[in-house]
């Protein structure tokens, strides 16, 4: 635990994740794309399963579950969705049961994290007509038909983008400033996907509390840039008033660009492919081709075009989801025209 700083401790955690996550430069990487110092923050190694974002968050969504003594865990997510395979992993190692609400058609083969939820017991449910964000607004009937059957339900929104949720990325903020002192390193550029929020919310609160003063970028891979900074500024706003001890009354300097969405989201484009492969070839790390992949060509072609300068210390934080790329074996293996 010699890494981990003690904050946040007031807050009830489950652990569960493997911390600190490494924090690791890409010379490769960086050398090709003209950058003198490009490092990685390793959140896909967050374990158990394949790691990723949500296991933090999931460390205090189960110790508020916990404290209100339940026993289910109730979530939404898309068919491929790494939260809910993380949630069905999670409930598997605290003891509980787990139920999924997945957006789309059940499809023939199981495959990537819908294979894993199956393998951890979740209880699936598909809804071929919805959204997985609009999916919570069933999260309030689902806990009832539970509670009716005897069960102690806890609902998640999509995410975990909950102000607690959040607090574990600001939690993470505390880790990463151990790190960087470690490293003698100050980033300028912090790079991570955004979809429901919750991770960039927390990172950028506790960039604010640790005094990392790096300008942190979430690469929108859902929907509109302008959506996205409101979903946000609300939980950061929401994780002020319910956690005033913790989070510091402060106004949030929100920086969310969507022009590496693409095709829109779970649809994988030609600069996805790109950045999947140039960091499989040129450092062994794998991306996903919904979050990551989408976030590595923000950074790629930023890096390339001068945006972000060569002597800027950049670092790519990485949220997991690669148990997705084999739900998309077609579309990567498929020769480029
Ligand atoms: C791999 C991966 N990266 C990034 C995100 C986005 O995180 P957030 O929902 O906290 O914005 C997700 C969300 O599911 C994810 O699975």
């Not at 490009?38 to 974002?53: A, C, E, H, Q, V």
């Not at 109730?74 to 949630?87: D, E, F, K, L």
């Amino acid at each position: 635990m010699g890494d981990i700083p003690v904050v946040f401790e007031t807050v009830p955690r489950y652990r569960l994740a493997f911390l600190p996550t490494p924090l690791h430069p890409m010379r490769n990487l960086g050398r090709t794309l003209g950058l003198d110092e490009l490092w990685i923050k390793r959140d896909d190694m967050t374990g158990p399963s394949f790691g990723g974002n949500k296991t933090r968050k999931l460390e205090f969504v189960i110790g508020d579950a916990r404290e209100h003594d339940c026993d289910t865990l109730v979530t939404v997510g898309a068919v491929q969705s790494n939260h809910c395979r993380q949630t069905a992993a999670a409930a598997a190692a605290a003891g509980m049961r787990s139920v999924l609400l997945l957006a789309g058609k059940e499809p023939e083969d199981y495959t990537g994290n819908l294979l894993l939820d199956k393998l951890y017991g979740a209880e699936l449910k598909f809804f071929p007509d919805e959204n997985f964000m609009s999916l919570n607004e069933k999260l309030g009937v689902v806990v009832s038909t539970l509670e009716e059957l005897g069960l102690k339900p806890y609902a998640i929104p999509a995410g975990a983008a909950t102000p607690i949720g959040s607090l574990a990325y600001a939690a993470a903020m505390e880790e990463l400033k151990v790190q960087l002192e470690k490293a003698d390193l100050t980033p300028q550029h912090i790079i991570v996907a955004t979809s429901t929020g919750g991770t960039l919310a927390g990172l950028i609160a506790g960039a604010r509390s640790a005094g990392i003063d790096a300008n942190i970028l979430g690469i929108d891979v859902y929907d509109s840039a302008e959506s996205a900074v409101s979903r946000v500024q609300q939980l950061v706003e929401r994780m002020i008033r319910e956690f005033p001890s913790l989070v510091p009354r402060f106004t949030p300097e929100i920086s969310i660009t969507d022009r590496f969405t693409g095709n829109g989201y779970g649809l994988m484009d030609g600069a996805d492919r790109k950045a999947i492969e140039m960091f499989a070839k040129l450092e062994g790390i794998l991306l996903d081709p919904v979050y990551t992949g989408k976030a590595g060509a923000g950074l790629i072609e930023m890096a390339l075009s001068g945006e972000i300068a060569a002597d800027s210390p950049t670092l790519f934080w990485h949220t997991g989801g690669t148990p997705a790329l084999f739900a998309y074996s077609g579309e990567l293996t498929r020769d480029v025209q």
